[in-house]
């Protein structure tokens, strides 16, 4: 596999003989990467990146490479034209994911792509616990949340890492997937989705043969969403939700049809069938902004007096875990986050198989921002210590095995040479990941394949085992617990 343009090590040496300290002074992120413009022909880099190795930003074959904002991706983020084309907590994310085959050829973080009126998701989310403990890794400017005003930085941990793992969160077997709320099913032109999967695992799974279907179907979609959009403007919230139906059957991988649905059906006051749909979305994806939501709504009163209503069913259904799980959706999309955190802390006692509102509510209790004095936003903060021994790169080396979900087994393979692969049982294919890895300057493991990042957050037990946590997940993510073979 070819090596990072940042490449692991950092300064200088072969990889061969008998070098064992793999060491970087930097992770990457998608924006600090370089990329290859299809369109233009040209390479260049993203935002704060250098160097010369291609990401895949098109070409056109099936699979998503070439279709929509896979083309032009890069490329927009770069000359920085308008914002909506690439999320800008995706490229600035430590784990992520920029391969069209984790997420279909329709990605949350490209919706404005795809969608005019859509303005945007969530851009607050932040995780206040990685700040403090690595304090020398500071929020961008660029979309900070309020209560905020720091300087550029290379990346920040923001939200779930499924957000920007896509599936990969899941067929690495880091996180498992139920959807505790029963949605009704949609019917395509090739299958009946159920919503028993997040939705990146339903968009890698039907996506178009070929990019002049894909056009074909985003097409049909489209005009059917603008269907929808026109009835429910007009009160008309069936005739809305039978249109958002059809727009999925068409483009069933695009999560912005099925965001669309559970807002018809929030409107018809189908408060479980709506928590059903929104799982599935929030497990792939951060939700909508408040400007995406209210814009469906031709009266914004309209709106308030569907909320009231559901606030209204919650307080008399104090043990319902859906209604909650739907109000603290809606909630997050106000930005009103200690009221979604309360919601979401509710649904995790009344529904502990919800791991989705769990996540949310980890997050969310380490997220409202606390404001900052003054002269504490014009130097950088003092690193702050890790709690943790040291880790030898040499300690590393060998095979790990850890238990997953349903029983089966991750396998971590670390090389002296600085290669590894990661294997999942409960994956289609056994190996998910291979590439390279190394220790970040403060002790972070990272693995980086093509167009894929994971950085974990390791530390030895008392009993020899590794155990290994995404880095920036919420509290309470329990990680894996490595074993060596």
């Known amino acids: 596999m070819a090596a990072n343009a940042r490449a692991v090590g950092g300064g200088g040496g072969s990889r061969g003989g008998g ?13 600090t990467r370089p990329f290859y413009n299809a369109r233009a022909g040209v390479y260049g880099a993203y935002a704060g990146g250098g160097g010369t190795r291609p990401i895949r930003a098109g070409g056109g074959a099936a699979g998503g490479g070439g279709y929509g904002v896979w083309r032009h991706a890069g490329y927009h983020h770069h000359h920085h034209h308008h914002p909506r084309h690439s999320h800008p907590a995706f490229w600035h994310s430590v784990n992520y994911a920029y391969r069209p085959s984790v997420w279909g050829y329709r990605p949350w973080w490209g919706a404005g792509y795809s969608h005019s009126w859509h303005h945007g998701s969530w851009n607050y989310g932040w995780n206040r616990h990685w700040h403090s403990r690595y304090a020398y890794y500071r929020r961008p400017a660029l979309y900070y949340p309020p209560g905020y005003r720091v300087r550029y930085t290379s990346f920040v941990p923001w939200g779930l890492a499924s957000w920007t793992l896509g599936r990969l969160a899941y067929d690495t077997g880091y996180y498992s997937y139920h959807n505790p709320y029963i949605a009704p099913p949609v019917t395509t032109h090739t299958t009946v989705i159920r919503y028993s999967e997040p939705i990146t695992v339903v968009a890698s799974n039907h996506e178009p043969t070929s990019e002049e279907a894909a056009a074909t179907a985003a097409e049909k979609s489209a005009a059917a969403l603008d269907r929808a959009r026109a009835a429910f403007r007009a009160g008309d919230y069936l005739a809305a939700a039978t249109a958002a139906e059809e ?5 069933p991988g695009d999560p912005v049809p099925h965001e669309f649905r559970a807002l018809t059906l929030f409107a018809l006051g189908r408060y479980d069938d709506a928590a059903g749909v929104l799982h599935s979305v929030l497990a792939s994806g951060p939700g909508w902004d408040w400007e995406t939501l209210i814009g469906s709504y031709g009266d914004p009163e309209r709106y308030t007096g569907h909320l009231r209503k559901l606030e209204e069913y919650v307080a008399a259904n104090p043990d319902a875990a859906a209604p909650h799980f739907l109000l603290g959706y809606h909630y997050m999309v106000g930005e009103n986050l200690p009221e979604a955190q309360s919601m979401f802390d509710r649904v995790a006692t009344l529904q502990p198989a919800d791991s989705v509102a769990r996540q949310l509510e980890a997050l969310l209790a380490e997220s409202v921002p606390a404001p900052l004095e003054p002269e504490a936003t014009e ?5 702050v210590e890790a709690d943790k021994a040291p880790i030898v790169a040499e300690a590393l080396h060998g095979t790990w095995k850890a238990p997953a979900a349903g029983g089966k087994a991750v396998t971590l393979s670390l090389t002296p040479a600085g290669t590894f692969t990661w294997s999942y049982e409960g994956a289609e294919k056994g190996e998910v990941l291979s590439g390279e890895w190394s220790l970040d300057d403060d002790g972070l493991l990272v693995l980086k394949d093509e167009d894929v990042q994971m950085v974990g957050d390791i530390a030895f037990n008392a009993d020899g085992t590794l155990h290994f946590l995404l880095a920036g997940s919420p509290e309470g993510d329990p990680g894996l617990t490595f074993k060596k073979e």
Do not use: F, K, L, M
């Open 19 to 31: 070098r064992t300290a793999v060491r970087s002074s930097h992770i990457d992120t998608v924006a």
């Open 379 to 383: 130097e950088a903060p003092e690193p």
């Open 247 to 251: 727009a999925i059957s068409h483009t």
